[in-house]
Each structure stands twice: as C-alpha cells, then as structure tokens.
C-alpha cells in the first residue's frame, strides 16, 4: 500500500502543469470551476472509504449497476437496465444496458462497449481474494470489507453478453442499495488485460477509465483536477466541455474564490458563511436533508474508555447543543442515533444524550477516574458531515475541560489520516460517515461491525456478537418489519454501550454563481455534472 501511495503522489509527473490564472477565461467558456476541499488518495473508489473521490470525483467518471433518485430515494437504473431478485434474496440477475461505450483516453482507447466481462472484472476484484487483481494496489476496499462481501458473494457468472448473475451465501436485503453506491463503479476488463500485459496493473487506479459523463484530463496533487466531456457518454453530450475541481483552498479561501468569480460552486460552505451567501445577490444556495452523521468515537480498546460507564460519562460533559450552534448555525440537528432522522429505520423513540456536567464528573470520581489525559483525533479540513471538525474538537475541549479531562487535539491531514488510525493510538476520533445508499445498514456494518474493525471504518474498535447478530437478521429477512424490529435492538444497544457518541445530522450546503444550472443537490453524494450549463442570457439578480 504504500508503494501505492507513493505511486499516486508522483502523478503531477503524469499529467500537465498546473491551471494558470490566464486560462481562467476559458475555463467559464467552456466549463465551471467547482471548489472543495479534499485529498485524493486514488481515483478508484473501491479502494477509498470516502472523501472527494467518492464524494465528487466517481460520479463523474464512472456509473454503476444501479442509482438512487435523489428525490425519492429509490433504486434506479444504471447500466443495469433491469434486474430479478430470487432465492429469499441470495440470488441477483442484472440484464446490462448496450450500446455503453468506455472513455477514450491518451492512456487507452477501447475496441468494444461495455458487457458483462466489465461487470465480472470490476466485482471479482472486489469479492474474490483468488483473483490476480484483488491485491492490486494494496488489496483493501474499505467499504465491502467492512460488509465482509468476500466471504458473503458465492460466485459471480457471465451468463451471456449482457446478463450477469451474483449469487450470495446467504440472503442480503440490503445488496442492491450497496451496489448503488459509489464503491461499486464498473471497470474496463480490456483496460485491465492491457495493463496486465505491461505489468502496470497499478495504473488502473491512478489514470481511470469509466462509463462516466467526464473522463480524467489533467491532476494536480493538493491543487485540481481538471475532467473533459466524454463525448460518447451513454445518456448523451454533456452540456459542458470540462470540469476543475479545485481542491488548493479550504475555509475563507475557498469563499473568497467563490465572491472574486475563481470558483462557480462551493461544496460544503461553512455554516457561519451562510449569511455572507445568502446576502450576495451575485450567489445561489442550495439546502437538502443528508444522509449523513458526525460522531465521537471512543476507541474502547484503550482503558477507561473500554468501560461503557467511562464513556457514559464523557458523553454527559459535551454541550451538543452548543455545537449546533457554533459549528453548524442551525443547518444540522441533534443526533440521537447512529442513523440520521431520515432513515426508515430511525428509532423515533430514541433520546439525545443529556448535557449535564455535574452527574459527569460526580460519575468520573465515582468510577475512580482522575487526572484523565485523552488525544482527540480530528480532520483537519470541512467534511460533508461537518463544515468545521476543529472547531468542534475545541469545544469538546473545552466541555471535558470543564469535568476535569484534559484533551490533546490531533489533527490529521486527509492522506494521513487513514494511516495514522490503523495505529489504534487514539482516544478518541471525531468523524463523521456519509452515504448513498438509503439502506440502513450502509451506517450500521461499516461504522460499527466486528469486521469493520479489520477495514479500518469502526473507528472505535467495538465489537459486540449480540449487536452483529441482529445485523444479520435485519438483512437476512425480506420482510420490513422484522428489519425495523431489529434495528431498533441494535440501536438500544448503541444507546447503551455507547462506542460512539452521536452529534449531528447536517443539512448539504451547496452555493454556486447565479448564472450557473442544472446542478443537483443529492442527499446521497453529488450527482453528475453532465445536466450542469452556464446562463448566459439569465439577467443578475
């Protein structure tokens, strides 16, 4: 893996120099300058746990088996244009859309469309440990391990040109909404079998190939990417020509690009900038429920905080309503579940932790906690579950000041940060999870499974059979209610063990240049740009 890492870094080699302000111009011609702040680690989403590549970058690139509407949250065609369900849900048949075409890139020029070979390829890398290509570029896929899918996926077959069949070990109601996800992007077997030819299978996931509307054009590490058109895009042109996404600004910086015209989008503004968007007559603001959390994790693998009354009472001394209102200004509410409110399987019955310092440090003394020294873990820059993750992690200081904890804030650059908690050094880790899927076990096996301790995505380290087992049972049943009866077990023993504490569940925030359109705004993650356009005729506000 870090051969890998150290591969990825070099690609400012690969590709050309940076944009200069002089091209600027014709970058609003012919495209649109979206700003967010991130680090790319790759440009294969299987390998990534989240962050701009699976947040921005894949859906511009690649597609999937199956979308999600961002309106009704249900499952829709994608290059699978239909499927069958069988055997109680152990059994998926997907019938491929024709006529899909790869991207043409410098790098590789495809001789066929897409087919079930692609499909095949793209998910035995991911589920079968036997293949040449699964232990390519560090062989972890933080997202599917955390669900254990190689154990689970029985086989995958091409059962002509455009069908293929996975079969499962055991039923999974949750499958089809997992493989809506960004983590699941198709790959080009061709692409592949060249590379393998070469010895370069590395290259796949540092100069991709997709479906996509936008192919990779130009990257510039900590800096850009820039994405041209790809003009043989199955669902048509896209409106616009190229894509940058700046990644070289974070906090005041980014707006500042936003108000000067550098930037035409903003991803995830910060809350306390909302006044200052609103107010712009020049600017358009976007709001939408998210399928997003930001949690505390207690890493209880560590004494005291392996101890359930431990975290309890840490719990107590955070004022969440205060950083409701410091960090998020009323664009987030109180999370009482690792599921946000929005989930169909959200416990309405389920109570927000209570603030009361005194009982929390009348419970530390009792528990024979003293001179208690923690290391809070923290990104360094706005995520989509949190616009200001420092600033939360000061005022966390702050309220375990108050109960006699002293806390030693860490923060983590984005290509560090993964690397630096697989040393389970840590207290206590402040993070957050985002999906698109509308599954709720998309939050439950990879936040908080047994096994998503080995991928690196239970940042508390908390493993509970009783906990897994009703998992199990939620998606081993096709029936809702036997899965919302589960659920609501498993979160009253989060409730009650407490491995992570819940905080919030933010609104998305997107502002962008009055005269740009067609931008949409998904609870799930973005959306294409293909629909995005410049109005050059609408008249400023």
């Known amino acids: 893996m870090r051969t890998f890492l150290l591969t990825l870094l070099s690609l400012p080699l690969l590709f050309a120099s940076p944009v200069r302000a002089a091209e600027s111009h014709d970058i609003r011609q012919t495209g649109f300058v979206y700003c967010v702040n991130g680090v790319v680690n790759t440009f294969n989403p299987q390998l990534a746990s989240g962050g701009v590549v699976v947040d921005t970058v894949a859906a511009q690139i690649y597609d999937r088996l199956l979308g999600v509407d961002p309106y009704t949250y249900r499952l829709m065609p994608e290059l699978a244009q239909s499927w069958e369900v069988s055997d ?33 390829f793209s998910f035995e890398r991911i589920f079968n440990r036997q293949s040449p290509w699964h232990n390519v570029s560090g062989g972890r896929y933080p997202y599917f391990d955390s669900l254990q899918y190689a154990d689970a996926v029985k086989s995958i077959r091409k059962l002509d040109r455009y069908t293929v069949e996975i079969r499962l070990e055991k039923p999974d109601a949750s499958f089809l909404w997992h493989m809506a996800t960004h983590y699941a992007p198709i ?12 010895d370069r299978q590395e290259q796949l996931d540092r100069k991709p190939v997709g479906t996509g509307p936008f192919q990779l054009q130009q ?29 070289g600004a974070g906090g005041t910086g980014r707006l500042s690009k936003l108000l000067t ?21 020049r600017l358009r603001l976007t709001l939408r ?26 719990a107590l001394a955070i004022n969440n309503q205060r950083l409701i209102a410091s960090v998020y200004y009323g664009t987030a509410e109180t999370a009482a579940s690792i ?55 000061e005022l966390i200081q702050s309220d375990l000041a108050q109960v006699g904890v002293q806390v030693t804030i ?51 380290h908390w493993c509970d059979p009783s906990f897994d087992a009703l998992l199990q049972k939620a998606v081993r049943s096709q029936q809702l209610a036997t899965r919302i009866e589960a659920y609501d077990q498993a979160q009253k023993i989060l409730s009650s ?27 799930f993650g973005n959306a294409s740009f293909a629909g995005v356009h410049r109005d050059s005729d609408e008249k400023k506000p």
Request: glycine share 4%; with cysteine; proline share 8%.
């Open 187 to 198: 790959l080009s077997a061709e692409y592949a079998a060249k590379l393998t030819l070469a």
């Open 261 to 281: 015209g550098e930037c035409d989008v903003l991803a995830y503004p910060a809350a306390s900038q909302l006044s200052i968007l609103r107010d712009d007559p």
């Open 219 to 247: 990257y510039q590490a900590g800096q850009f990417i820039r994405l041209e058109r790809n003009p043989s895009y199955w669902k048509g042109k896209p409106r616009m020509s190229q894509v940058v996404i700046d990644l």
């Open 289 to 314: 429920p998210g399928m997003n959390i930001a949690y505390l994790a207690f890493n209880t693998n560590k004494a005291p905080l392996d101890r359930p009354e431990v975290r309890q009472a840490l």
């Open 497 to 523: 063990q407490l491995p992570v504490l819940p905080l919030a569940s933010s609104l998305r925030l997107q502002a962008y240049r009055y005269d740009i359109q067609g931008l949409v705004l998904s609870p």
């Open 339 to 393: 599921l946000p409110r929005a989930s169909w399987a959200f416990d309405s019955k389920a109570q927000v932790t209570a603030y009361d310092p005194d009982k929390a440090r009348k419970d530390l003394q009792a528990l024979g906690i003293k001179n208690l020294h923690l290391s809070l873990w923290v990104p360094s820059s706005s995520q989509s579950w949190n616009p200001s993750p420092l600033k939360t992690a």
């Open 88 to 120: 109680n849900g152990a059994s998926y048949i997907f019938h491929l859309r024709r006529g899909v075409s790869f991207q043409s890139t410098p790098w590789f020029t495809p001789t066929r469309q897409m087919d079930a070979d692609d499909v095949v």
């Open 410 to 460: 860490h923060p983590l650059e984005g290509r560090f940060q993964e690397a630096r908690l697989m040393e389970m050094n840590h207290d206590l880790t402040l993070s957050g999870w985002a999906t698109d899927s509308n599954d709720p076990d998309s939050f439950f096996r990879p936040l908080l499974s047994c096994d998503a301790i080995g991928s690196q995505t239970n940042l508390a």
